[in-house]
Nanobody
């Protein structure tokens, strides 16, 4: 049984930092791409970042470039999202997802397994 679980969310002031973690089990973690998505109240879910199986290829949506960093530790079946210089508009539920492919993708349809989400709230 595949399980994807996020942690690390919380309340932080604007300009602060948080590191999200996502652990996946029940799959061959080192062979698959992973992604982070977020959904703010009243808005559609949007892709934030992704990382390929090796960690050598990462992509970010424009609004987080230079502020967020995605990484992974295949020995721990874990992917991270380091979020710096947080802004109130980053407030959202953040979801981690496991792809059925090894490469990095921003397409929601390519992700088979999703976590329950972790809330990030940035106060102004």
């Amino acid at each position: 049984q595949v399980q994807v679980m996020e942690s690390g969310g919380g309340l932080v002031q604007a300009g602060g930092s948080l590191r999200l973690s996502c652990t996946a089990s029940g799959l061959t973690f080192e062979h698959i791409g992973m992604g982070w998505f977020r959904q703010a109240p009243g808005k559609e879910r949007e892709w934030v970042s992704c990382i390929n199986w090796s960690g050598r290829n990462t992509i970010y949506t424009d609004s987080v470039k230079g502020r967020f960093t995605i990484s992974r530790d295949n020995a721990k079946n874990t992917v991270y999202l380091q979020m710096n210089s947080l802004k109130p508009e980053d407030t959202a539920m953040y979801y981690c997802a496991a792809s059925e492919y090894s490469y990095c993708s921003g397409s929601t349809s390519l992700y088979n397994y999703w976590g329950q989400g972790t809330q990030v709230t940035v106060s102004s």
